[in-house]
């Protein structure tokens, strides 16, 4: 069964650091492409950043130079760690295999105060 379980949400000020795991099983995950995305209250979901299984990352602008998308092969574990945080990067994260398995996580919340 393919599992994608997110964790290390929470509130924070803005300026601090989170860092957000997502712990995958059921799948081949070395080769996986992983990716997180969010879901900010009333807006659609989008995409943050992605990660080959070789490590190659890619982020969308408004995250660049603050959240760095890394895994552990080894641990099966993607991780997503956000530094200058916002207000307005305030969403559910999710965690999601994109390729060649596709799945989703739960979520996890992400605040940021002002």
């Known amino acids: 069964q393919v599992q994608l379980v997110e964790s290390g949400g929470g509130l924070v000020q803005a300026g601090g650091s989170l860092r957000l795991s997502c712990a995958a099983s059921g799948f081949f995950f070395n080769f996986n492409v992983m990716a997180w995305h969010r879901q900010a209250p009333g807006k659609e979901r989008e995409l943050v950043a992605t990660i080959s299984g070789g490590g190659r990352a890619n982020y969308a602008d408004y995250v660049k130079g603050r959240f760095t998308i890394s895994r552990d092969n080894a641990k099966n574990t993607v991780y997503l760690q956000m530094n200058s945080l916002k207000p307005e990067d305030t969403a559910v994260y999710y965690c999601?295999?994109?390729?060649?398995?596709?799945?989703w996580g739960q979520g996890t919340l992400v605040t940021v105060s002002s």
């Open positions: 999601a295999a994109t390729g060649p398995t596709r799945a």
